[in-house]
């Protein structure tokens, strides 16, 4: 069984669009995270939740909004989709703080 | 920023070959992750060592820490082609909100070579 899934892995769509990317993990895990890699494979957090405490990270843009309906479950939710946006999109989670993230495979959007 | 660094950023070596890899990062930590990533695959984790250890093994992986340099190593013995991957370091603080993040570095991309 998937750890952490993510559903589309390949979302190609237009700008100025809306998308959502879908995230599960059947760990048990209590803490989530939104990631964004670029072309250059840097690796940025996003958000983190846990326990219904949601941790923004300042310069993402608030078109980007993850929204939970329960522990494993983090959805992803991008308004006005701009050039700019086209990365992979990973999931990940873990048990507590300070302890290893489980990623999904990725999500890789290209806006045309 | 706390992010780390990883060096170099490209490494080929030929099969059964040691490679090591290094990491540089700017503030103190709790702890820190080393990760492999396949191409077209999420991140993996490889080990975690704390701030207050400076050793640490896991089968082939022999990971380091230096907090007086603030560094770490990642060492593969015997490497495999199974292992061209890139592997990055991540160190965590507590950016003062009660908050966990992860800082990635910008990843060693390694060769192993048959």
């Known amino acids: 069984d998937t750890a952490v899934s993510q559903t589309p892995k390949y979302l190609v769509t237009q700008m100025g669009n809306d998308k959502s990317i879908k995230c599960e993990q059947n760990?048990?895990?209590?803490?989530m995270y939104w990631y964004k890699q670029d072309s250059k494979k840097f690796l940025k957090i996003m958000f983190s939740y846990n326990n219904k405490e949601l941790i923004i990270n300042e310069t993402v843009p608030n078109r980007f909004s993850p929204k939970s309906p329960d522990k494993a479950h983090l959805n992803l939710h991008i308004n006005s989709l701009e050039l700019g946006d086209s990365a992979v999109y990973f999931c990940?989670?873990?048990?507590?703080?300070?302890?290893?993230?489980?990623f999904g495979d990725g999500t890789r959007l290209s806006i045309l | 920023s706390q992010q780390g660094e990883e060096d170099p950023q490209a490494l080929s070596i030929q099969e059964g070959e040691n490679a090591t890899m290094n990491c540089s990062y700017k503030t103190s930590i709790n702890n820190l992750q080393w990760y492999r990533q396949n191409s077209g695959r999420g991140l993996v984790h490889l080990i975690l060592i704390r701030s207050n250890e400076r050793e640490k093994h896991s089968g082939r992986l022999r990971v380091t820490l230096d907090t007086s340099k603030k560094s770490s190593s990642l060492l593969i013995t015997a490497s495999r082609a199974a292992d061209t991957a890139s592997y990055f370091c991540a160190t965590d603080g507590d950016s003062g909100a009660g908050s966990y993040q992860l800082t990635f570095g910008k990843g060693t991309k390694l060769s192993v070579i048959p």
């Open positions: 760990l048990g895990h209590d803490t």
């Open positions: 990940a989670s873990s048990q507590g703080t300070y302890q290893p993230q489980h």
